[in-house]
C-alpha cells in the first residue's frame, strides 16, 4: 500500500466510485456512488474545491464539515461518530489522521481496493485506525478499531474511557429522499416498511442482545422511484449478531455538501466497553452498498460478496428433511423410521432431529443445558435412528440451543451462576428459559464438549443451533458486580462457532433463533443456512423469504414444505402452491409424511427431483424481482449466471380489485434474445380465477413450451393469468441459441 495522507484517494469497482480528501484534519466523502471514472488531477482537484459549503446565518464562521469522524468540533450537531467519556471528561473527541495508506486492485484501480486511515486523539487518549475497503463487487466493508493509550495526552488519567458509541456515518445526496427498512415478529420477519426521509433523526435499535425478529435487517435509503428494479439505493447492514444501531438523519443545515447521512454502529450497553489503557476495541464491520439498479441491485452485489467467500457452501444443498412439525417431542425410533422410510422415497439427502432428544427434554420447559442422550427415550442411543439414516444414503442433522439453560435441568441445579443475569433478582423467563453465561471460561467449555462429543459420537453432518428468546438485563456477575456483556457473549458464541468447526472439518451449521431472530452477515461467517422464519405458511413464508433475499442469497435460506394445515398460522393451502413457494431456496420438509397417501408421496418425490435439478441454476443465480403495481401479485425470479436459463415464480396471496394483470415484465432477462418458456405443471396445476388462460399461457404448457423475444418478455411485457388466492405458477425459460 501507498501512503496517501494529502491526496484524493478513488476506490472503483462494478460501476460504483468510493471517493474522500484525506487533507484535512480528518478524511471527508467527496462522492459515493455510480463509477465516476479515473481521477485525473483537474477532476481532483474540482471535486475537492467543490467540497466545501456556504457559511449560514448563525453558524460557525467556517464551512461546516462532515468527515469519516463527524464531531461537534467540526460544526456537526447530528448524531457523532463516537460517544464516551473518561470519569465525565474526554467527552469531545478530535481526532486528527497521522497517516493514509491506499492501494487500487485490479487493472487501472477498477476492481476496489483499500484505503486505511490511522488517527489519533489526545483528548480521549485513543488510538484509531478505519479501513475502507471495496471489494470486486462494489460493496465498502468499514473496519474501525480503538485503543487506549494515556501516553498520547498529559491530561489522561488512569480512569478507563467508556466508550457508549463507535459509528460508520456516511453521507448522502438530496436526491436520497426515502427510508426503507424492516420491523417483524416471530413468524412474521422482515416485513418492510417505507416513509419519506424527514428532517430530524430516523433511528433504529436492536436492543436484544441479538438482531431480534424486528431487526432493521437492512436500511435503505433511496430515490422517490425506487423500486425493485429502478432507482438508486444506499444501504447499510451490520454484519453482527448482538445490539445494534441504524441511523438516517437529515440536519436544516445538511451534512457539509451533502443532504443527510446513513449510519450504523453496535450498540453498546452502558459501562459495556471501558477501555483501560492498553486495550482495543474492534467494531463490527459495517457494510455500505449502493445501486443504481434498485433493490435488486443492492441484493446482487451482497449475494456476489458472499458467493465469492472461500468458506461458502460449494456442494450441491441436499434436500432436508427436519422433524420438528412431523414428531415434535414424540421421539419414538418406530415412528423415525417409517418418517425416514418415506423421507426416502421422495429424495430427501438429510434428515434432521429436531428438539426432544436430549436429558429431560419432553416439552419446552426442561433440558436445555443437559447436552446427551435421554436414555429413557433412547435407551440405546441415537445410533439406532443413525444407521437407519445412514443406510438410505442421507446425512445427519441434530438440534441444540446451547446458548440456553432452563432451570429445571441438572445444569442449572449444578451451576445456578451460570444463568445469564442479575445476581440477587433474575428477570422473568421467556419459554420458561434462561441465557447461559458464555463469557464464563468454565461454562462457555461445559457447553462445547458436549456439543463436541455429541457430534463426534455420532458423526453428526448437520447442527440446526436455535436460540429462543431475547438477551433481557444480560449481565455478568462473575467479577462480583453486574456488568453487560452482550458485546462478550456475541464473541463467544463466534468463537464457540469457529472452534467446533475447526473440531469437525464438514460439519455444517444453521442458524436458527426462534426462526429468523438472527439473520445477519456476522452469523452468516460461521454459519452455511438460515432459518428465516418458524413460519412455514406459504402465504407468509414468500414475503419473508423475498425481502431476506435482499440480504441473504437463496442457496443459503432454509425453505421447507409444511403440512396443508400451517402449524402457526391454522391457514389451509394446497400442496402445489406450497411445494412452489419453497422450491426456490435451500428446500426441504417440515411435515408428518406419513401422513401424504401415495399420490402427494408422488407429487413431492417430482418436486424433490425438479429441485435436484434446479438447484445449480436456483443457488448461483442472480435474484430479481418484478415490479408491479397490485400488491396482492407477486413476479419473483432467479437468472442464471450465464443467463441461459431462468425460474420465475408467479404468485397470488389475495384477491385485488384488477380482473387481470395486463402486461407483465419479466426482469432481468436479455431483451436481444430469445427464450423458450414452459410452464411446470410437475406439482400440479394452480386454480385460476378465470374462465381461459391467455393464448400464450396455453401454448407454454406444452412440452417444448412457447418461443418468445426476450424484447417482448423483458421490455414490453405479457398478460400473465389470473390466479386465485394462495396459488403460484412456476416458470421455466431457456434461452434459445
Not at 66 to 83: D, K, M, V
Not at 426 to 453: K, N
Amino acid at each position: 500500500m501507498v501512503d496517501g495522507y494529502g491526496a484524493v484517494l478513488s476506490l472503483r469497482a462494478a460501476g460504483t466510485s468510493f471517493v474522500i480528501d484525506t487533507a484535512g484534519r480528518v478524511p471527508r466523502v467527496l462522492h459515493w456512488g455510480a463509477d465516476i471514472g479515473p481521477l485525473d488531477e483537474v477532476a481532483a482537484a474540482a471535486l475537492r474545491d467543490t467540497a466545501g459549503p456556504a457559511v449560514l446565518n448563525n453558524s460557525p464562521d467556517i464551512p461546516r464539515a462532515f468527515s469519516l469522524w463527524p464531531t461537534e468540533f467540526e460544526g456537526w450537531a447530528g448524531t457523532p461518530a463516537q460517544e464516551g467519556h473518561a470519569a465525565g471528561s474526554a467527552t469531545t473527541p478530535r481526532p486528527r489522521t497521522v497517516a493514509v495508506r491506499h492501494r487500487q486492485d485490479g487493472r487501472a484501480g477498477e476492481d476496489g481496493g483499500v484505503i486505511e486511515i490511522d488517527l489519533v486523539d489526545d483528548i480521549t487518549a485513543l488510538r484509531s485506525t478505519m479501513s475502507l475497503a471495496l471489494d470486486r463487487f462494489g460493496v465498502l466493508a468499514v473496519d474501525v478499531s480503538l485503543v487506549r493509550d494515556t501516553s498520547l495526552s498529559p491530561h489522561a488519567t488512569a480512569i478507563a474511557y467508556t466508550l457508549d458509541a463507535l459509528r460508520v456515518l456516511l453521507p448522502l445526496p438530496e436526491r436520497a429522499v426515502d427510508i426503507l427498512d424492516f420491523t417483524g415478529k416471530w413468524c412474521r420477519e422482515r416485513a418492510p416498511q417505507r416513509g419519506p426521509v424527514f428532517f430530524g433523526s430516523h433511528v433504529r435499535r436492536a436492543r436484544r442482545g441479538k438482531p431480534g425478529h424486528d431487526a432493521p435487517f437492512l436500511v435503505v435509503a433511496g430515490t422517490e422511484d425506487l423500486g425493485f428494479g429502478r432507482g438508486e439505493a444506499w444501504a447499510t447492514h451490520l454484519a453482527w449478531s448482538g445490539d445494534a444501531e441504524y441511523v438516517v438523519e437529515k440536519l436544516t443545515e445538511g451534512a457539509g455538501t451533502f443532504s443527510s447521512v446513513l449510519g450504523v454502529g453496535e450498540g453498546l450497553r452502558p459501562g459495556e466497553m471501558a477501555l483501560e489503557d492498553g486495550d482495543r476495541y474492534a467494531a463490527p464491520t459495517a457494510l455500505f452498498v449502493w445501486s443504481g439498479d434498485g433493490l435488486d441491485g443492492i441484493a446482487a452485489r451482497l449475494h456476489q460478496r458472499l458467493r465469492a467467500r472461500p468458506t461458502h457452501p460449494s456442494s450441491p444443498r441436499p434436500l432436508t428433511l427436519n422433524s420438528w412439525e412431523a414428531v415434535y417431542f414424540d421421539h419414538d425410533l418406530e415412528r423415525l423410521t417409517s418418517l425416514v422410510e418415506r423421507a426416502s422415497r421422495v429424495g430427501v439427502e438429510r434428515i434432521v432431529l429436531d428438539d426432544g432428544w436430549f436429558h429431560g427434554r419432553r416439552d419446552a420447559n426442561a433440558g436445555l443445558g443437559d447436552w446427551f442422550v435421554d436414555r429413557s427415550i433412547w435407551p440405546d442411543g441415537l445410533s439406532p435412528l443413525v444407521e437407519v439414516v445412514r443406510s438410505h444414503d442421507m446425512e445427519f442433522g441434530i438440534w441444540f440451543e446451547p446458548e440456553m439453560i432452563s432451570l429445571d435441568s441438572d445444569l442449572a441445579r449444578a451451576h445456578p451462576e451460570w444463568v445469564l443475569g442479575p445476581q440477587h433478582a433474575l428477570g422473568a423467563t421467556a419459554r420458561d428459559q434462561y441465557v447461559l453465561d458464555l463469557t464464563r471460561p468454565d461454562a462457555y467449555a461445559h457447553v462445547l464438549e458436549q456439543i463436541s462429543a455429541i457430534v463426534g459420537e455420532y458423526d453428526v453432518d448437520y447442527i440446526k443451533w436455535d436460540h429462543n428468546r431475547d438477551l433481557s438485563e444480560p449481565v455478568s456477575g462473575r467479577a462480583g458486580i453486574d456488568r453487560p456483556v452482550v458485546h462478550e457473549q456475541t464473541l463467544a458464541l463466534y468463537r464457540m462457532l469457529d472452534t467446533l468447526r475447526a473440531r469437525h472439518p464438514g460439519l455444517e451449521i444453521e442458524t436458527c433463533s426462534g426462526g429468523g431472530g438472527r439473520v445477519d452477515l456476522g452469523i452468516l461467517d460461521r454459519t452455511d443456512r438460515v432459518w428465516a422464519s418458524d413460519c412455514n405458511d406459504p402465504v407468509e413464508r414468500l414475503q419473508i423469504e423475498r425481502w431476506t433475499r435482499m440480504l441473504v442469497p437463496p442457496e443459503l435460506i432454509g425453505s421447507h414444505l409444511g403440512a396443508e394445515r400451517s402449524h402457526t398460522t391454522s391457514r389451509h393451502t394446497d400442496l402445489a402452491f406450497r411445494l412452489i413457494v419453497a422450491l426456490t431456496a435451500h428446500a426441504g420438509i417440515e411435515w408428518d409424511l406419513q401422513e401424504a397417501d401415495d399420490g402427494q408421496l408422488a407429487q413431492i418425490a417430482r418436486w424433490g427431483a425438479a429441485y435436484r435439478e434446479l438447484r445449480g441454476l436456483m443457488h448461483t443465480g442472480r435474484v430479481v424481482n418484478a415490479d408491479l403495481a397490485d400488491e396482492a401479485t407477486v413476479l419473483t425470479g432467479i437468472v442464471g449466471a450465464d443467463g441461459s436459463r431462468s425460474i420465475f415464480t408467479w404468485a397470488r396471496l389475495a384477491t385485488s380489485a384488477p380482473g387481470q394483470s395486463g402486461r407483465v415484465r419479466f426482469p432481468g432477462l436479455d431483451a436481444a434474445s430469445q427464450y423458450a418458456v414452459r410452464i411446470r405443471d410437475d406439482f400440479g396445476p394452480a386454480s385460476r380465477h378465470q374462465s381461459a388462460d391467455p393464448a400464450w399461457i396455453v401454448a407454454a404448457t406444452r412440452a417444448d413450451g412457447v418461443i418468445l423475444p426476450g424484447a417482448v418478455l423483458a421490455m414490453a411485457g405479457v398478460p400473465m393469468p389470473t390466479l386465485n388466492p394462495q396459488q403460484a405458477m412456476l416458470f421455466d425459460l431457456v434461452r434459445v441459441p
